[in-house]
């Protein structure tokens, strides 16, 4: 059987209601797509005016299915839905009867997954994503999402202009020399084997050794003023696993030089206990639901203990005693401070 042209400017717009799978397409719904399309003027009004939008009775609406599945030999699934309405599609995913769209599901996956990233708005240099959306035409508004989840960020953070340049460098096994303003209180340059990037509390962090010590360290995005390689100094590789081990006994980011595990003992309000229970301090987290106690095992840390006084008059330190002294030093400054101000 064969195919003319004007069939084929139907069978673009079938083809991709079949093939779309992330939308329940009924006959009517085909039917409104071909009435949307333009004719490519042939056919014209009465006053000589082209038409738009292509109408197909449901005798033709049938027929040029059965033409669909006998030329490209594909078979087209009428699925019968719960409320009654049947949809049409084709009985794979990856098909297409255009030898220019075989990918459109493809990417239609792939906007998914960016999708996701999209919605992480305080990362820098996603725009190339909006012109590779706007390049492929194939799928058109299709690929231009609204926001529909927003996740805790700062887009307005300080030095995430060189979060891209710093995410190569650990690609690429490159040295840089970085102006860094430890305590913003004075700039320093340090040539560094960068390893690592990881989010605390709304900051970003680059864990990396200076070529110096070769110990870890961690430094933070936006206390970087500038950053450049330093091709003559060779890359140290790391020791150590980022995802699966250096993290597991610590509260945030900071493992100090000399790091204590301890068994941390806390017990807290009757109102609050059932929140930390269902949101873990730490993943070594085990509850005592009648003493509403908690236990942990963690280094020690200046997160900890600001996780700890987060809590206020809702928790009480039991163990360890140094832990617990040094809670109680600090909430006594914090009184004195205000008993000052009276």
Known sequence: MSVNSSALVRFQKYDECLSFFQREYAREDILNELRKMESLGKKTSRDGVPRLGIEVNDRQFYKDLKTIEEVWDIKIDRIKMPNGKKIYRYCRDDFSIFANLPAKNNLLKLRDSLFVLQQFR??????????????????????RPKTIVQFDENPDLVGLKYFPKLLNA?????????????????????????????????????????????????IALDRIEQIEYAGEVEYAEPEVDFVDDYFEDVIGITIPKNPKLLNVVLRFSEERFAYVESKPLHGSQKSDKEDRIVKIKVIQNNELVSLILHY????????PESLRNEIKEKITSMYNKYDQNK
């Open 170 to 218: 650990i690609q690429l096994k490159r040295v840089i020399r970085i102006s860094y303003n430890a305590s913003f209180k004075g700039k320093k340059s340090i040539v560094i084997s960068p390893y690592f990037l990881k989010e605390y509390n709304n900051r970003w962090f680059l864990l990396c050794s200076d070529i110096r010590y070769k110990n870890i360290s961690n």
């Open 312 to 319: 206020g008059s809702d928790v009480e330190v039991l163990e």
């Open 122 to 143: 305080g990362l820098p240099q996603f725009e190339f994503l909006n012109e590779l959306f706007e390049q492929n035409e194939a799928v058109g508004s299709m690929l």
